[in-house]
Each structure stands twice: as structure tokens, then as C-alpha cells.
């Protein structure tokens, strides 16, 4: 599936991020149950933050702080459709990938 903004703005996910010790960076994406629109493709999402909710996470708050004013509604910003499985082969690269697919009747 491809997802996005239905004013095709940026989406912003929330995530950490911390440097090891042998140099490189590692991430992580946090996620929360996904909104009832996008529910049926799976019950969790990234957690997608509007702009007062970006500012909130990137702020020096507390966590729990945060976590109780972030918005969760996201939902109804985003649309999405079905892609082709050859998105999931990371040798893939190329702006077919995220066409709307539609099976071929038989």
C-alpha cells in the first residue's frame, strides 16, 4: 500500500534516533494503533504528527509529558491504495512502485 497526505504535504513520523559506539546511527519509527481509516490494511501505524504535534515531540518536555499531547487523530489526513508487490524486492527502485495497482480481470 501507498499512503499519503491527501493535500500531498509531508508527513512527519515520530522516531529516536541514537549514535553507537562504533560510529553509525540506528532509528527507530514509533508506532500506535493504527486510525479506524486505515484500519483494515493493519491495526497499527507510524505515529504521523501534524505540526503542533512535531513541535510537542521535539521539544525537551517530559516523555510523559509528551505522550499525553500528542495528537493521535491523524486518520482523516491520509489516503492510500493498493501498490504492486514488487515493492517489497529492495533491488526495486523506481516511480512504477508506488502506482495504483488494479488486478487484471480474468
Sequence with gaps: FFFK???NENMFAA?????????????T???????IEINEVHDRSPLILDNVSMDIWLSDEDPESIHENITHEFGSTIEYYQVTRSVNNPKNNN???IE???EVPF
Excluded: C, M, V
Aim: charged share 20%; aromatic share 14%.
Design 100 to 102: 495504483e495497482f488494479n
Design 29 to 35: 519509527i514509533i508506532t500506535t494503533a493504527a486510525p
Design 95 to 97: 516511480p512504477s512502485l
Design 15 to 27: 522516531g529516536l534516533y541514537w549514535h553507537r559506539s562504533d560510529g553509525t546511527t540506528e532509528f
Design 5 to 7: 497526505n491527501k493535500e
